[in-house]
Each structure stands twice: as C-alpha cells, then as structure tokens.
C-alpha cells in the first residue's frame, strides 16, 4: 500500500506529542481510524515498532524516541515555512516582477510604480522593459503590459485603455515645410520610423481607410528604436512622426504638437494588463492589478477624443503668421 511519508510522520510526531491517537485525530482533522491507519503504515515502512500500545495509553520505544528527535525538528521547521508562506501571501510586501514595452510605456509606468510603493513601501519592483514578448512563466512575470492580447494561454489579459497612432508635427515644422493633406502626400515629408527591438524590422506607419486598416511605409529621415529619441526629433521640428496617443497627448494639448490626416488614426489598439490565476496570487500582486486598473481603465487623459483632435488641427491656419 503507498504511503504519504510527510502525513504518516506528521500523524507521528502529533501523537507523540499528544500522546493520544484520539486528540492526535482531532488535532489534525482526521478520524482516528485514519490516524492509526497512517501510524501503521509508517511502522510498516520503517520495519521499526515506533510505539508501545495499549487500549489506554501509548508510549514511544528507543526506536521510536530516535526517529522522533530526528524527524520533530524538521517537521517544525516545514510548518514555519508554510505558516511563513502563508503570512507572504497576504503581505503587500516583497518583489513585485513586472515586464513591459520599451516603447510608449515608461513614463506612465514609472508614475504607477511611484504612487503604489509610496502607499507600500515594502514592495520591492523588478522591472524589465523591452519590445519583444518573453516567456511568461520562465520569466516568473507577477504582472505584464502589452499593446494587443497576451499570447500567452492560461493568462488572464484586462484592456486598460485604446491606443491610438496619431500622426504629429510641431507647428514650426509646420511653417517651413507645409501639411500633408492625405496619405500621398508624406512622401514628400520628412519622416521618422520606428526600429522593433526585438525584430530589427522598420514598423510602418498605419492608417485607418473607411472600415480597414492599411500599411504605409514611408522613407525614413530618421529611424531610432527608442520613442523617447522619435518624440524630441518631431518635438524640434525636424520631423513628422507618428507617434502613441499616451505620448503625444500631453503635447497635442499643449499646443507643442499638432495632429495631422486625424481621420485616418487606426482605433484597433489598446494597451492590456495581463497575469496569472488571481486565486493562487500574493496580495501584493492582487494589490498592483488592482491599482493599475483602478488608474487606467478608459482613463481619458491618455486618449485623446475627436473633440480634441480637430480643435487642434484648425489651428493650422495660424503657421504662417
């Protein structure tokens, strides 16, 4: 008959304790039929009697006294580590492992991370930032970020917010050089690309046509693999770029940029949060979903409505004065 060595010794080492199979059973949540029966397996296992028995009263034989100095101290120290686990689990305290794009993504991480390790500054992050999609469960990731549905199955993806792709300009770049007014017309621009990390390859532009969505590639005047580095090129008007709505936003309000072909901007994207089962999570992982959708979820601050869009793009009119 298979034996559970760790219930068997830990039905042993209560008994000893208690020196009773009845409290033993009691103790342990177990009839004490099942508490003999576990008792007996581990004699028969060990080929050793570990107690004297009799209806009344039991009590350990040198051989039993033995396995128990040898066994109770590990025992002990096992039951530390679960109670130990346990007590982690509800803790908002510890590493927290997050993963991330490179692109678009920094900034308003880093204004997440802030906010939530000032209300717990037991929390210790673990960020990895880059373009590429790694392996969720090799990488031991508590919480990811990803623009699109994670690939990953058996991980549960919320949508935060919808990301769009507006073509930007500042208004000085504006003045010299004139507006594209369709899609044709950025060939004669100067253009800006991104790199993917991960892939090497140029991303082309997108466009949104009627009820599809088309690829544009346009002739670089500057590629980079960083958006920060994009961002400051169309910023000092060297540039036309396309950029993320949650970039170019702030400056779009601003008056610092301004949005161009508005009627093309592709509305497929969004930005997800993704992570494991929340049954089996630390609370401070729990914790971190939480927050971030309690920030993100359709914020509006990171979307720009049509409103916005085509207030700022009348003011096109204004370049030449």
């Known amino acids: 008959m298979a034996i559970n060595e760790l219930r068997a010794i830990s039905v042993f080492v209560t008994a000893a304790e208690l020196g009773s199979l009845r409290k033993t059973a009691a103790a342990l949540n177990i009839s004490p039929q099942a508490a003999s029966q576990a008792l007996a397996q581990l ?32 025992l ?20 927290l492992r997050i993963v991330g794009p490179r692109s678009t993504f920094q900034a308003l991480l880093w204004r997440l991370l802030d906010e939530f390790c000032e209300r717990h500054p037991g929390i210790v992050p673990d ?25 990953h199955e058996g991980v549960i993806a919320r949508r935060l917010f919808p990301v769009q792709l507006v073509i930007c300009a ?26 993917n990390t991960g892939t090497g390859r140029v991303v082309p532009w997108r466009f949104k046509v009627g009820d599809e969505e088309v690829e544009q590639t346009v002739v670089p ?13 169309v910023l000092s008007s060297k540039v036309i770029g396309q950029l993320a709505g949650v970039t170019a936003a702030p400056y779009i309000r601003a008056g610092q940029l301004v949005p161009l072909l ?35 979820v359709n914020n509006s601050e990171y979307v720009l409505s049509q409103k916005e869009l085509r207030e700022a793009t009348p003011c096109m009119r204004d370049l030449s004065v």
Request: hydrophobic share 40%; with cysteine; net charge negative.
């Open 221 to 233: 005047a500057l590629s980079t693999n960083d958006e920060v580095i994009e961002l400051h090129a």
């Open 43 to 74: 004699e028969q296992h060990l080929d050793l009697r570990l107690f004297h028995r009799t209806t009344r009263s039991m009590a350990l034989t040198d051989e039993g006294q033995r396995f128990l100095d040898e066994a109770q101290p590990s």
């Open 127 to 151: 960020v990895q930032l880059e373009d590429r999609v790694g392996n969720w469960v090799e990488d031991r990731v508590d919480v990811g970020f990803r623009l699109g549905h994670s690939p």
């Open 76 to 95: 002990l120290g096992l039951r530390r580590a679960l109670l130990s686990a346990r007590q982690a689990k509800d803790e908002i305290a510890g590493p």
């Open 170 to 195: 500042s208004p000085d770049y504006l003045r010299l050089h004139g507006a594209p007014d369709n899609m044709a017309d950025l060939a004669a621009h100067r253009c800006s690309v991104y790199r």
């Open 262 to 296: 508005v009627d093309h901007i592709p509305e497929r994207y969004s930005y997800f949060v993704y992570y494991g089962s929340r049954n089996a999570q630390p609370a401070r992982v729990r914790a971190f979903i939480d927050f971030v959708v309690s920030r993100l």
